[in-house]
């Protein structure tokens, strides 16, 4: 059974940060692109960041570049989303997403909470 299951979000003020996990199994991780989304009332869901498959390449949203840093630990199935300097706008649910590499089945976590506010 495929399972994609998000942590580490919270509520934290502005200027704070945040590590989410998100811990992946039932599926072959090391051939899986990974991805964080978001998603904020009222708005679409949209990239946030994301890794190749063997780490190597890593993309992110102008809005998150050079505050946010994924990464993962296929020894571990498991993608991070290191969240630094966060800002309000920065307020949503965080999903994981799992893309295989060689046919693009995808899989999605059931998304963890993420409020940054004074």
């Known amino acids: 059974q495929v399972q994609l299951v998000e942590s580490g979000g919270g509520l934290v003020q502005p200027g704070g940060s945040l590590r989410l996990s998100c811990a992946a199994s039932?599926?072959?991780?090391?051939?899986?692109?990974m991805s964080w989304y978001r998603q904020a009332p009222g708005k679409e869901r949209e990239l946030v960041a994301s890794i190749s498959n063997n780490g190597r390449s890593t993309n992110y949203a102008d809005s998150v570049k050079g505050r946010f840093t994924i990464s993962r630990d296929n020894a571990k199935n498991t993608v991070y989303l290191q969240m630094n300097n966060l800002k309000p706008m920065d307020t949503a649910v965080y999903y994981c997403?799992?893309?295989?590499?060689?046919?693009?089945?995808?899989?999605w976590g059931q998304g963890t909470q993420v409020t940054v506010s004074s």
């Open positions: 997403k799992a893309v295989a590499v060689m046919n693009l089945h995808d899989y």
């Open positions: 039932g599926f072959t991780f090391s051939s899986y692109t």
